[in-house]
């Protein structure tokens, strides 16, 4: 199993989505993806989530992460092989780990945690919470953004990840991670 949460080796630019819910990870991630005529990798979280909650009317419980993470690699990991240069990916494990230390008392799974930590990107565009929050099946924080927000930005400065962070307006979103993903395409 642990062999499945590894990234496989590619030579592609990975960049990532990671901040708070409803931040516009998901919409900024489509337009990237069109922008650059590649592949972006969905959040598995949110498909695997929805079912449950259609299903059982539950939200996401511990035994649901590892589930999730194994999903999301192997998303990453199939997406990778026909994407041209650069993959968007709209969470990573890393974000599936703070949500785990933030639901569940400071909690991770271990194997979860060690793929969190060895799997890398070059660049994690952390989204910042302001626009408006959006209620849906799945989203349960409106008033937890700043927190949550500060959890998200500190895990990518403890764990020293390149990172930028992207505010204001959505076109305003866009042309900053456009910039910075150029940057990375032309090393």
Request: net charge negative; glycine share 2%; charged share 30%.
């Amino acid at each position: 199993m642990e062999e499945k949460l590894k990234q496989e080796p590619s030579d592609l630019v990975k960049v990532v989505l990671f901040g708070p819910e409803s931040t516009g990870k998901t919409t900024l991630a489509e337009q990237l993806a069109e922008h650059y005529n590649t592949l972006w990798v969905p959040e598995y979280a949110r498909e695997y989530l929805q079912e449950k909650w259609n299903r059982e009317q539950r939200t996401c419980e511990p035994v649901d992460l590892l589930p999730i993470a194994l999903g999301q690699m192997d998303l990453e990991n199939s997406l990778s092989k026909n994407a041209d240069r650069l993959l968007i990916c709209d969470t990573d494990l890393l974000e599936t780990k703070v949500y785990s230390e933030a639901y569940y008392l400071g909690f991770c799974d271990p194997v979860l945690e060690k793929y969190a930590l060895l799997n890398r990107y070059d660049l994690y565009l952390l989204t910042s919470i302001d626009i408006p929050w959006e209620k849906d099946d799945l989203r349960d924080k409106p008033n937890e953004r700043e927190q949550m927000f500060a959890y998200f930005k500190n895990t990518l400065i403890k764990y020293n990840r390149n990172f930028i962070t992207l505010k204001g307006t959505e076109e305003a979103r866009f042309r900053e991670a456009i910039k910075s993903i150029d940057q990375l395409l032309e090393r």
